[in-house]
């Protein structure tokens, strides 16, 4: 059951807040979780820290295989090959906002525990609490590993989570935090990709964790293998203004010692700010040598002096593969609605980063070998552009009510609208929510993908690739929803590239509920947009509408699963001719809205309905 709190504004109307977690079924090959009931239990054991629970090593030295036995059969992961991802022992990984840390164990000693019932101490409160997770099979690759642990708080209360740990050797790639290129097996090393997770599960937000019991028992034949634990600390007055979500992971240049500015548009606006840098999808670290923010002024050129923005004090910082990096605030005025220069140095030599595709936006680089130019408030030294945004995903800033998160497909990414126009339907719902009073001026995050569907993967998940249509919505919903800066509500508006590919309409509705299930119990309000018609487009078939007609059927029918219903259909069809958008609305393929389609979307939004 979600437990809500609402609070009542001026006008008598009532908001609706964050809420505390209740039930959940989970989502493939990642957590599944939590009801937190009023119970009262004492831990079953007394409480250690989870190092002095290790009792299984997992990582071997490339010279010494035999030195550890991860799965029964005597493999284990490379000591090099976590090494040159920078994972180093007692290295801290932030991933999807948790601060996880690699053990560091005594040389020869135990590096993770096989869950079996025991209860870890771990202190504090948050949003969610995260593991960082294998599963193992004894001998071979095998199923995932899953169990059923209990957290304990400081008031007597208890609540259940369900922990899945997917399999080491065969595990979805889409989901992975890190995949490491070699197995070493008792006789030497196995070129065959090996793969750890960040998995999180929901606690009651607001009340202290006293500590956590690990699953009893995962099934006879697979261990449930635990490195390390975090609590998600919560936003702590920040709100996303910016977002752009990893597509793919793609090759470049190489680049050596260049610099990147990219423009970016505020939603919100604040007195202060941070970035969100992150290496998702990559098998080794990237050094960011410098990083500046600034306002656009024409083109490269900023209005203003750029600021330096530091990294934990540090001008630069090495993010490792599968992490990401906040910079420190920097009290640096964001308007609202404002293009801004964010300018990253890369001293080395770079052959791949992860990307966010399609931007509809010119950004700019700098000549090989040209140096740190984060300083230049003149733009004469980026004689390069750039048609996608590498490494950064988010811009915070200080205060504000929160974020609403828009994911989506190519027509939340906005293309067919207007190049540097910001004319997306998330920017104009932006303008719409600055321009009024009545709800909160919240910023919005554009977790759009070009290409991208709600059930199957485009984006492999491991490699580089010229395919940028991303994983999943189920499968990135942890990082670019759940994870984001003080997430308020998300607006699904997926589907029509999974019925263009021949997924039924069964699957995308299982799809878009289990979603739906994850968001309510991490306590967020959800909307669902009902699919715009393609009639005209070459693959929108008959079969096609069809599915299309049914996933719109189930939306609008809500059900309990969604908490309102933004029709989006209705907004731009043809009542002639349903399957198809109004040509007024048409970006001239019948897929794509253009300008006023655009408009026509975020013009249709009750913004009550985001609250």
Same mark, same amino acid.
């Given at each position: 059951?979600?437990?809500v709190?609402?609070?009542?504004t001026?006008?008598?109307?009532?908001h609706?807040?964050?809420?505390?977690?209740?039930?959940l079924?989970?989502?493939?090959?990642?957590?599944?979780?939590?009801?937190?009931?009023?119970?009262?239990?004492?831990?079953?054991?007394?409480?250690?820290?989870l190092?002095?629970?290790?009792?299984n090593r997992?990582?071997?030295?490339?010279?010494?295989?035999?030195?550890?036995?991860?799965?029964?059969a005597?493999n284990s992961?490379?000591?090099q090959?976590l090494a040159?991802a920078?994972?180093t022992?007692?290295?801290?990984l932030?991933i999807d906002?948790?601060?996880?840390?690699?053990?560091?164990?005594?040389?020869?000693k135990p590096?993770?525990?096989r869950?079996?019932g025991?209860?870890?101490?771990?202190?504090?409160s948050?949003?969610?609490l995260?593991?960082?997770v294998?599963?193992?099979?004894?001998?071979?690759?095998?199923p995932?590993?899953?169990g059923?642990g209990?957290?304990?708080?400081?008031?007597?209360?208890r609540?259940?989570?369900r922990?899945?740990?997917?399999?080491?050797?065969r595990?979805?790639l889409t989901?992975?935090?890190?995949?490491?290129?070699?197995?070493n097996t008792?006789?030497?090393a196995?070129?065959?990709t090996?793969?750890?997770?960040a998995?999180?599960?929901?606690?009651?937000?607001?009340r202290?964790?006293?500590?956590v019991?690990?699953?009893?028992d995962?099934g006879p034949?697979t261990?449930?293998?635990?490195?390390?634990m975090?609590?998600?600390s919560p936003?702590y007055?920040?709100t996303?203004?910016?977002a752009?979500?990893?597509s793919g992971?793609a090759?470049?240049?190489p680049?050596?010692d260049?610099?990147?500015?990219l423009?970016?548009h505020s939603s919100?606006g604040?007195?202060?700010?941070?970035i969100?840098l992150?290496?998702?999808?990559?098998?080794?670290?990237v050094?960011i040598?410098?990083?500046?923010v600034?306002?656009? !002024?024409? +083109? /490269?050129? =900023?209005?203003?002096?750029?600021?330096a923005?530091?990294?934990g004090g540090?001008a630069? *910082? $090495?993010i &490792?593969?599968?992490?990401q990096?906040?910079?420190?605030?920097?009290?640096?005025?964001v308007p609202t609605?404002t293009?801004?220069l964010?300018?990253i140095h890369?001293?080395?030599?770079?052959?791949?980063?992860p990307?966010h595709?399609?931007?509809a936006q010119v950004?700019?680089?700098t000549a090989?070998?040209?140096?740190?130019?984060?300083?230049?408030? !003149?733009? +004469? /030294?980026? =004689?390069?552009?750039?048609?996608q945004?590498?490494?950064?995903?988010g811009?915070d800033v *200080? $205060?504000? &009510?929160g974020?609403?998160v828009?994911?989506?497909?190519?027509i939340?990414?906005?293309e067919?609208?207007?190049p540097g126009?910001?004319?997306?339907?998330p920017d104009?719902l932006?303008?719409r929510?600055?321009g009024?009073?009545?709800?909160p001026?919240?910023?919005?995050?554009n977790?759009?993908?070009?290409g991208?569907?709600?059930?199957t993967?485009r984006?492999? +998940?491991?490699? =580089?690739?010229?395919?940028m249509s991303?994983?999943?919505?189920?499968?990135?919903?942890?990082?670019d929803?759940?994870a984001?800066?003080?997430?308020r509500?998300?607006?699904?508006?997926?589907?029509?590239?999974?019925?263009?590919?021949?997924t039924?309409?069964?699957?995308?509705?299982?799809?878009?509920?289990?979603m739906?299930a994850r968001?309510?119990e991490?306590?967020?309000?959800?909307?669902?947009?009902?699919i715009?018609?393609?009639?005209g487009?070459?693959d929108?078939?008959?079969?096609?509408?069809?599915?299309?007609t049914?996933?719109?059927?189930?939306?609008?029918?809500n059900?309990?699963?969604?908490?309102?219903?933004?029709?989006?259909?209705a907004a731009?069809?043809?009542?002639?001719?349903?399957d198809?958008?109004?040509?007024?609305?048409?970006?001239?393929?019948?897929?794509?809205?253009?300008?006023?389609?655009?408009?026509?979307f975020s013009?249709?939004i009750?913004?009550?309905?985001?609250?």
């Amino acid at each position: 059951m979600r437990h809500v709190l609402r609070k009542a504004t001026p006008g008598g109307r009532r908001h609706r807040r964050w809420t505390a977690a209740g039930a959940l079924a989970g989502a493939a090959a990642c957590a599944v979780v939590a009801t937190n009931t009023p119970a009262l239990a004492a831990p079953a054991r007394e409480p250690l820290p989870l190092e002095r629970l290790f009792d299984n090593r997992a990582v071997s030295d490339d010279g010494r295989p035999r030195g550890a036995d991860f799965d029964g059969a005597g493999n284990s992961l490379s000591a090099q090959d976590l090494a040159a991802a920078g994972w180093t022992p007692g290295r801290a990984l932030a991933i999807d906002r948790s601060r996880l840390t690699w053990p560091h164990p005594a040389a020869g000693k135990p590096d993770n525990v096989r869950a079996a019932g025991q209860t870890v101490r771990l202190t504090g409160s948050g949003e969610a609490l995260s593991f960082l997770v294998a599963g193992s099979a004894k001998g071979a690759p095998g199923p995932d590993a899953a169990g059923t642990g209990t957290i304990h708080y400081r008031d007597g209360s208890r609540g259940t989570y369900r922990l899945t740990a997917p399999d080491w050797r065969r595990g979805p790639l889409t989901t992975k935090a890190l995949g490491l290129p070699h197995l070493n097996t008792p006789g030497g090393a196995k070129a065959e990709t090996t793969r750890l997770y960040a998995v999180t599960v929901p606690v009651a937000r607001g009340r202290e964790i006293a500590s956590v019991t690990l699953p009893a028992d995962p099934g006879p034949a697979t261990d449930l293998h635990v490195f390390s634990m975090a609590l998600r600390s919560p936003a702590y007055g920040w709100t996303g203004s910016w977002a752009a979500s990893p597509s793919g992971y793609a090759a470049v240049g190489p680049w050596t010692d260049r610099t990147l500015r990219l423009v970016v548009h505020s939603s919100a606006g604040g007195p202060s700010t941070r970035i969100r840098l992150e290496n998702t999808f990559a098998p080794r670290p990237v050094r960011i040598g410098h990083a500046t923010v600034a306002l656009q !002024g024409k +083109g /490269a050129a =900023t209005a203003g002096r750029p600021r330096a923005l530091t990294f934990g004090g540090r001008a630069g *910082a $090495d993010i &490792p593969a599968g992490a990401q990096q906040f910079s420190d605030p920097l009290g640096f005025r964001v308007p609202t609605g404002t293009n801004l220069l964010v300018s990253i140095h890369l001293p080395g030599t770079v052959r791949a980063v992860p990307v966010h595709s399609y931007t509809a936006q010119v950004s700019y680089l700098t000549a090989d070998g040209s140096g740190d130019r984060t300083g230049e408030s !003149g733009g +004469g /030294a980026y =004689t390069g552009t750039l048609d996608q945004w590498p490494l950064l995903t988010g811009v915070d800033v *200080a $205060d504000g &009510p929160g974020s609403v998160v828009a994911l989506g497909d190519s027509i939340t990414d906005g293309e067919r609208s207007t190049p540097g126009s910001n004319g997306r339907w998330p920017d104009l719902l932006a303008r719409r929510l600055r321009g009024q009073q009545g709800v909160p001026r919240f910023g919005v995050l554009n977790h759009g993908i070009s290409g991208n569907r709600v059930v199957t993967d485009r984006y492999p +998940g491991d490699g =580089t690739s010229t395919i940028m249509s991303g994983v999943s919505a189920e499968h990135r919903l942890e990082r670019d929803v759940l994870a984001q800066t003080s997430v308020r509500t998300v607006v699904f508006f997926e589907g029509v590239n999974d019925i263009r590919s021949g997924t039924s309409a069964a699957q995308v509705v299982a799809g878009l509920r289990s979603m739906a299930a994850r968001a309510h119990e991490r306590g967020l309000r959800v909307v669902a947009a009902t699919i715009a018609p393609c009639g005209g487009f070459y693959d929108c078939t008959p079969e096609a509408e069809a599915n299309r007609t049914a996933i719109n059927r189930h939306i609008r029918a809500n059900a309990g699963v969604y908490d309102a219903v933004f029709d989006f259909d209705a907004a731009i069809r043809d009542p002639r001719q349903p399957d198809r958008m109004l040509p007024a609305y048409d970006g001239g393929d019948h897929l794509h809205p253009n300008d006023a389609g655009m408009r026509a979307f975020s013009d249709s939004i009750d913004l009550r309905k985001l609250i």
